[in-house]
Every structure is written in C-alpha cells, then in structure tokens.
C-alpha cells in the first residue's frame, strides 16, 4: 500500500507541474508583444467608425451640394462673381470626389488584411474617407457672395 500510495503521489505531483507548466506558458503567450504579422483585433474598429460617419455625412454633403447652385439666384447666372463660380467649381468637383472615392476608400480600409502591420494604414484610409464630404460640407457654407 505504501508503493501504491508513492506511485499515486508521483503522478499526481507530475500532473500538477504539467498543468502548472502549460499555465506558465499560456501566461508567457499573453504577455509577449503582438508582431507585424499578428492578428489585428480592432481591425475593423476605424472603418466600422469611418463607414457610420460617411453614412451620415454623404447625405448631408450631397443635399448641401446639390442646393449650392441656389446661390447664383440673386445675381443670375451670367452675372455673378468669378469667386462663387470658382467655389462652386469646387463643391461639385468634391461631389464627384465623394460619390467615387469615399466607398472605394471604405472599401479599400474594410478589405486590408486584418494583421498588425497594416492597422496604421488602415486607420488612415479609412478616416480619408470622410475627407471628400466634409470638404462639399465647408465648401457651400463658405461660399462668396
């Protein structure tokens, strides 16, 4: 009973340092510093924030932008500064920019390969998104006169 009760306690000492062992190295797993070719868990952080945002600024950039002609009402097409004409060259040069580079941009950042590596550029692209409909947005509210 005594070399049963031996053996009994050597195993059962191996099993606690095995599951100590195995502990310890999920432990050392944690803690080492993810790598360039890890994967990203907030990959989809910054476009998911970027896409909610366009979603609701395309609509108002397009409404304003599409109204901005109404500018040249009280002076008649013919008549009005080469200032508004300019600017509003440029609302409807950011309309075109944001029907056309604001989902390829969204796209772009939704289709980066969800690693390390590429969170900074995908940050980057995705909040470059944003950029063509506030351009429209500041653009009709600063228009000349």
């Given amino acids: 009973m005594n070399d049963h009760g031996a053996r009994a306690d050597g195993e059962l000492r191996r099993a606690w340092a095995a599951a100590n062992?195995?502990?310890?190295?999920?432990?050392?797993?944690a803690?080492?510093?993810?790598?360039?070719?890890d994967r990203d868990e907030k990959a989809g952080s910054a476009p998911g924030w970027?896409?909610?945002?366009a979603l609701l600024l395309a609509p108002v950039a397009l409404l304003f932008g599409g109204l901005a002609p109404m500018a040249?009402?009280?002076?008649?097409?013919?008549?009005?500064?080469?200032a508004l004409d300019t600017a509003l060259a440029g609302v409807m040069g950011?309309?075109?920019?944001?029907l056309a580079g604001t989902p390829a941009l969204l796209l772009t950042a939704w289709l980066l390969p969800?690693?390390?590596r590429f969170s900074t550029a995908r940050r980057i692209v995705a909040w470059s998104a944003l950029l063509p409909p506030l351009f429209v947005i500041l653009m009709v509210f600063t228009l000349p006169e």
């Fill in 50 to 53: 970027a896409t909610l945002s």
């Fill in 72 to 82: 040249t009402d009280g002076c008649g097409p013919d008549n009005c500064s080469q």
């Fill in 31 to 37: 803690v080492r510093p993810p790598g360039p070719d």
């Fill in 114 to 116: 969800r690693r390390v």
């Fill in 94 to 98: 950011g309309l075109y920019a944001m």
């Fill in 21 to 29: 062992a195995a502990d310890a190295a999920a432990d050392t797993r």
